[in-house]
Nanobody, 114 residues
Framework: VQLQASGGGLVQAGGSLRLSCAAS????????LGWHRQAPGKQREFVAQ???????NYASSVKSRFTISKTNAMNTVYLQMNNLKPEDTAVYYC?????????WGHGTLVTVSS
């Protein structure tokens, strides 16, 4: 499974961004798609996940502000981010869980200015 994220950029606090991640390869094997992020000097942390069946899970820090969605074909996952805060500044990575393994794409940088 190969993943390519896009959509990052610079936004002011309170603004919105939509990240996209295109999956290719053995898409049929993907059970879940998700997003993690890594802020400068911090460990990578979970942000959101969506299963093939559409069940979602969010980190408490982003719940009610971020929305994860996907295509039925499981070839694209989105992260709609609203009411962004400076503490959301991080490199965002998309992930896929398939055949018992986690796959990672290259990150996309989100910078939120105060």
């Amino acid at each position: 499974v190969q993943l390519q994220a896009s959509g990052g950029g610079l936004v002011q606090a309170g603004g919105s961004l939509r990240l996209s991640c295109a999956a290719s390869g053995t898409i049929f094997s993907i059970n879940a798609l998700g997003w993690h992020r890594q802020a400068p000097g911090k460990q990578r942390e979970f942000v959101a996940q969506i299963t093939r069946g559409g069940n979602t899970n969010y980190a408490s820090s982003v719940k009610s502000r971020f929305t994860i969605s996907k295509t039925n074909a499981m070839n694209t996952v989105y992260l709609q981010m609203n009411n962004l805060k400076p503490e959301d500044t991080a490199v965002y990575y998309c992930s896929a869980f398939a055949l018992g393994e986690n796959y990672w794409g290259h990150g996309t940088l989100v910078t939120v200015s105060s």
